[in-house]
């Protein structure tokens, strides 16, 4: 697993928080916790070879319109300085901590966050980052792979860079049956690869 990092790449862990990652987490995914030990064997490989780790945190207010609750899809989750929030407490952290959604909007990708309303879209600090540290190829692990992976995954490739997505190192929600498909297809299509 440690021929996977070096010199230009970078290991992103998306959102593996109590809300997603904890069985009764106000979102949770389904097998989240599953894949909490493999995500810190890559953290361990990453660090060996001298690459980067940078961790995105999902950190809503208590309204948004992201939740169901104020017009939008989700239950609540992940607001801000609340248990659900904090990390998964099996996940080593060993880097930067990127925060999205802070505002009220839709962050589910690590790169760039959306307005749910006006639809206008900022970028977080990651790609400053990554630019910085002349970085090329991420490798991108947590929750959900139909959702948060999937939309940081495809902002990786729209910058150019590299982009592996391990199945074995998140899972989905599956909101629609399928979902899980049509994510690891869109990713494909992307230039994504998808290594089990
Ligand atoms: C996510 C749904 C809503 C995720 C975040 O982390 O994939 N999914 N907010």
Not at 63 to 84: K, L, N, S
Not at 112 to 119: A, L
Not at 152 to 163: C, I, P
Request: include cysteine.
């Amino acid at each position: 697993m440690g021929t996977r990092y070096g010199d230009g790449v970078a290991l992103l862990v998306i959102d593996l928080q109590n809300d997603f990652a904890t069985v009764g987490g106000s979102l949770y995914v389904t097998g989240g916790e599953e894949i909490i030990a493999g995500v810190n064997q890559e953290i361990a490989a990453a660090a060996d070879a001298g690459s980067p780790v940078f961790y995105s945190q999902d950190w809503h207010p208590p309204a948004t319109p992201h939740f169901v609750t104020d017009g939008g899809v989700w239950p609540p989750h992940c607001i801000r300085d609340t248990p659900g929030a904090d990390f998964h407490p099996g996940v080593v952290i060993a880097g930067e901590v990127i925060r999205k959604g802070v505002d009220g909007a839709d962050g589910y990708s690590a790169f760039s966050v959306r307005d749910p309303r006006s639809g206008e879209r900022s970028a977080t600090v990651l790609g400053q980052r990554l630019a910085a540290g002349a970085v090329t190829s991420v490798v991108v692990v947590g929750l959900a792979g139909d959702y948060c992976v999937l939309e940081t995954a495809l902002d990786a490739r729209e910058q150019g860079l590299e982009v592996t997505v391990p199945l074995a190192l998140t899972r989905f929600v599956e909101r629609v049956s399928g979902d899980r498909e049509r994510a690891v297809a869109r990713m494909i299509e992307a230039g994504v690869r998808v290594p089990a």
